[in-house]
């Protein structure tokens, strides 16, 4: 199998994790189960490590996955196809997350068995508290967080959708035991540029922690296909709409920045989603990866390989200008 280049690695916040600009979002091997599985139908497990093979074929090294995903099934399912597939554990990152509604800090350490038992290691490289809702404040979170590293049952610390100010927070509690926040996993894609605004980018600067960038195909709203076809709309299910505001509304708003990525995407032989990704993981510099989802095989390695080629600098901003005037 095909491995990453490694100069093209990028540093996670001051970790000693280096994760290709793509990473794997694995919602989508929820396989039917959960919450999750309102969106997305149950995937084979050999479409998933077809999905999980192509990627690291195209250079991506890292996967991000979660307890809430199908409850555990989208790690599961991730562990399956990489010791399938002969993966050796080292040679990928795994990123979960714990997830906080309706529960207390010291339930990281209540569940941190199944993580590792259903990703199959004896560590995971970054955990992540998925959400600021929880019965237990940041610092507890922190804490037990810190414990596990302790322990050795993690190596690395992030959020997600954390504000600036948790993020500070949360970075701030982590130093009281020698570690840093390495990265905060939000929303953003060019059609959604809030984290620009709301000082959730600047604190990463200057904390030095890694935006996980996910959605950043907007759900698939930024691929064109539902502009090209807007039948396809109905065959998602209700909750996928939703869920992905996948609405007709939405598409005249985004049409503006589709056209730009159709046309700019001509000049590099890649595809519109091709552009929005490369827009995404270099319009920051380093700041930024992205985690796009895969239904199939032929949408990950096109996205893995949106890491093949980089947009010049002019395209950079005109991208840049076209959506701020159509992003949220
Ligand atoms: N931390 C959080 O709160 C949070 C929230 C959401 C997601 N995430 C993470 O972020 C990852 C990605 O986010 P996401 O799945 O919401 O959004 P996304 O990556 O923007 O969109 C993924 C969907 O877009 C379509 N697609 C992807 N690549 C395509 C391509 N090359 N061509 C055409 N269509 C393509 C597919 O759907 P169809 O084939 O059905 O069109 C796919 O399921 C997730 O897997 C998860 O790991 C985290």
Known sequence: M??????DLRRLGTSELFVSPVGLGCLQFSRGKGFSGLFWSETDHSVIE???RVSIENGVNWFDTAELYGRGESEKSL???LSRLNVPREDVIIATKWWPLLRTAGSISRTIGKR????DTDRVDLHQIHNPFSFSSVASEMREMAGLANKGLIRYVGVSNFSAEQMRKAHMELSRYGMA???NQVKYSLLDREIEKNGVLDAAEDLGVTIIAYSPLARGLL???FHESPELLRERNYFRRLYGSLTVKNLERSGPVVEALASISQKYDAAPSQVALNWLMNFRGERVVVIPGASNVRQAEQNAASMSFKLSGDDLSLLAEVSSVNAE
Not at 2 to 7: D, L
Not at 116 to 119: A, V
């Open 79 to 81: 562990s399956r196809a």
């Open 181 to 183: 926040l390495v990265s």
């Open 223 to 225: 691929t064109g296909k």
């Open 50 to 52: 077809e999905i999980v």
């Open 2 to 7: 095909k491995k990453e280049n490694t100069k």
């Open 116 to 119: 590792l038992s259903y990703l």
